[in-house]
């Protein structure tokens, strides 16, 4: 992993994504090097976001290894799966707005967007205190921003659908969010709620 690659590409996402994005699709990777250069390693800062904040706050269950197991599953799943599967939907979707599918271009507009989505759920994950969690979620929002810079350069999406294309974008990814989180919440309740699994 290019950890410099990965911090130089997270910064100009955040700061100057439209110029970043005519520099993405220039580059025309494809969705396993995105996952393997960028994706693999912004989860990998998820999941260690999320086992150091559920060492350091943990209030309401005794610190188990079912407790951390169903943190950290929760939080891979969430982050990566919802992804891969928004980019597959989304690409399914993009011809009903004038644009062209590519898997490979629905996979890096997927990822890159979800730049700021990442990093603010790894410091959420770090800092689980309210308000400020909360706080860093919402911040989390600007990939929406994110995203819609990117539908045009990546997907060809025509400037007057790029909003009506980003709101079609963000239901796909609430519903996918949403069903993967009652999905994990109905599995792992009993891990979270058990007093008699290892304690660390």
Not at 1 to 7: C, D, E, F, L, P
Not at 128 to 142: D, K
């Amino acid at each position: 992993m290019n950890w410099s690659k990965v911090y130089q590409r997270a910064k100009n996402m955040l700061y100057q994504p439209e110029q970043e994005w005519v520099i993405i699709k220039e580059e025309n990777l494809s969705q396993r090097t995105v996952l393997r250069e960028y994706a693999w390693p912004m989860m990998l800062i998820v999941l260690v976001s999320t086992f150091i904040g559920s060492m350091l706050f943990h209030t309401g269950y005794h610190l188990t290894f079912g407790y951390l197991f169903a943190r950290i599953i929760t939080s891979l799943v969430l982050s990566g799966g919802v992804m891969y599967l928004s980019a597959f939907f989304i690409n399914e979707a993009v011809e009903g707005s004038g644009g062209i599918k590519n898997m490979d271009a629905a996979m890096g507009l997927t990822t890159y967007s979800w730049t700021a989505f990442f990093l603010f759920y790894a410091l959420a994950s770090i800092l689980s205190l309210f308000p400020l969690n909360v706080l860093f979620y919402l911040c989390g929002l600007y990939s929406v921003y994110l995203y819609y810079t990117g539908i045009s350069p990546m997907l060809s999406v025509p400037e007057n659908n790029k909003t009506r294309f980003t709101i079609i974008s963000v239901i796909i990814m609430l519903v996918l969010y949403t069903i993967a989180s009652v999905i994990l919440g109905i599995l792992f309740a009993g891990l979270l709620e058990s007093e008699v699994t290892i304690t660390l």
